[in-house]
Structures are given as C-alpha cells and as structure tokens.
C-alpha cells in the first residue's frame, strides 16, 4: 500500500508551492492536459442533490492524444458529496481495469478525496470508510497509476456526464461517443 499512497499526489499545498515555481502546473490544473504517451487519462467527477441526497457520477477516458475512448454516466443511491466523488473514482477505475488498462492518470477535482487518500482514514467511518478501502484496493492492482487534483474547469466534462442523464431517477449510460453538446470542450 505504500507504493500506491506515493504515487497519490497532489494537495492545495502542493499546488500553492508549484505555482511560485512554474506556472506550467498552474495552467495544467485549469485546462484538460493529455497523458504522457502509452497512458490513458481518466477524469472522473461526483455530484449529488441537497433535496434527494441522489448521487451522481460522470467519467472520461480519453488516450494521450486527446481521442475519446469512452464516457460514462450514472445515477445510484443515496449518498453524501464525497461519497458521490470517492463512487465516481472506483466505478470509472473498476471500468478501465475491466477495459485492460494499466497505466492510468486519474483526476478528480475533489481535494477532499486526495487528502483523505494521502492521510490516515482512522477518523472516518461507515459508509465513507468503507469506499475509500475499497478505493485504495482498486489503486493496490498491479498498474501504473496517478491520481491527481484538477481545477473544476480542467474536469468539465465529467463534470458534464455527472449531469446527462439526471432526469432518471436510477441508470447507467456508456457513451463510445461523446454527446454532441461536450465537443468543443473535446477540442
């Protein structure tokens, strides 16, 4: 588990730092940065309704030239924000496994989650507790992986496919092609 846990990165403090060093890490957390060759990038993103308590999850995997290789949109149970945020990460890792991918760059853009990755979970429980070990098993498999922070504008578009099907109440979309509203985000 150690070598996952240091291959998690980034916090806000990261961040801070790397902003007075080079405003290249600045640029890469406010707009969509391709993976280095031979990686694929997953962003993913979780939402959920104050009124319902519905959560709701949306995930891109896109190759390192920027292609899409697919899209994925769900509605599921009842939840907290950061349980929606820690879903979205296990069902879209969960998909590029099953999908053979082994070196992946995820990026969420719930600084929460990455600071509960990179700290003790001794203080969480129930439900939240429960996702997050079965979060950090999914990051223990044989594969490269990153998961990093983004800036919600680098994550529109899963933020987007949080939202696309929310007019059902319960449901799963695979997308091989992105909805026609997201392509010029794609560009």
Known sequence: MDFVIRNILTSQSDFSSSVD???RECRDKLWWIAPPAGFTKLNVDGSFSPLTGMMRFGRVMRDSEGAWLWGFSATGGIGSVIEAEIWALITGLQFAWDKEYRKV????????????LNHDPSSLFGQTK???????????????IRVSHVFRE????ADYLAHFNSRSSEGVAVLDQPPSQILDLLA
């Open 130 to 144: 429960r996702l997050l070990e079965q979060l950090k098993y999914l990051l223990s498999r044989p594969w490269e």
């Open 154 to 157: 680098a994550n529109m578009i």
């Open 105 to 116: 760059h995820c990026e969420t853009d719930s600084l929460e989650v990455i600071h509960m």
């Open 21 to 23: 060093e080079d405003n």
